[in-house]
Antibody, heavy 122, light 107 residues
């Protein structure tokens, strides 16, 4: 069974740095054709892709947030870590991690974590 | 960035109805288009990838079509468990972007 689970603080203050961890099981980030992404969703709003790391350490970032984001992986622990600096109330959202995998040569976010709600407030 | 626009934003339908949701890309994306279903308080679930390929385990009443800029998600016979919000998302290039969502409500 493939699962992903996000963990981290529920509340951060403005200007602080957010660190979220995605712990996964049932697959390996050493396997070709696999990546883990972070996607967020403000309350009542649409989904927004943030960043992704592939099995080969290739990383992709949303241009609008690139200066604030860092994604890393620890293959031995089956974890992916997201760091977002200079948090603002507009960053209040549910943050999801999701596996990105290729099926028949096409990529998709096929398995998602349950999400973790992060509120930015003083 | 490629903008994804869904229509309608919401719709009301009855069990057994045929439902169609449209997604339009701001430029041609070939068939690099996925559809997700999201229920309240839950994570999105992949339904359709590559515009028309049904994800494993997804009921066959869901289907997708289209290429270029115009895509559709069809539910052939709406079931009680299908009341949810549906999102399209392109995979053409980064940043991967989502539509604003279509909420399917009970009539």
């Amino acid at each position: 069974q493939i699962t992903l689970k996000e963990s981290g603080p529920a509340l951060v203050k403005p200007t602080q740095t957010l660190t979220l961890t995605c712990s996964f099981s049932g697959f390996s980030l050493n396997t070709s054709g696999v990546g883990v992404a972070w996607i967020r969703q403000p309350p009542g709003k649409a989904l927004e892709w943030l960043t992704l790391i592939y099995w080969d350490e290739d990383k992709r970032y949303s241009p609008s947030l690139k200066s604030r984001l860092t994604i890393t992986k620890d293959t031995s622990k089956n974890q992916v870590v997201l760091t977002m600096t200079n948090m603002d109330p507009v960053d209040t959202a549910t943050y999801y991690c999701a596996r990105r995998r290729t099926t028949s040569g096409r990529w998709a976010f096929d398995i998602w974590g349950q999400g973790t709600m992060v509120t930015v407030s003083s | 960035d490629i903008q994804m626009t869904q229509s309608p934003s919401s719709l009301s339908a009855s069990v057994g109805d045929r439902v169609t949701i449209t997604c339009r890309a701001s430029q041609s994306i070939s068939d690099y288009l996925d559809w997700y279903q999201q229920k309240p308080g839950k994570a999105p679930k992949l339904l359709i990838y590559a515009a028309s390929s049904l994800q494993s385990g997804v009921p066959s009443r869901f289907s997708g079509s289209g290429s270029g800029t115009d895509f559709t998600l069809t539910i052939s016979s709406l079931q009680p468990e299908d009341f949810a919000t549906y999102y399209c998302q392109h995979n053409y290039n980064t940043p991967w972007t989502f539509g604003q969502g279509t909420k399917v409500e009970i009539k």
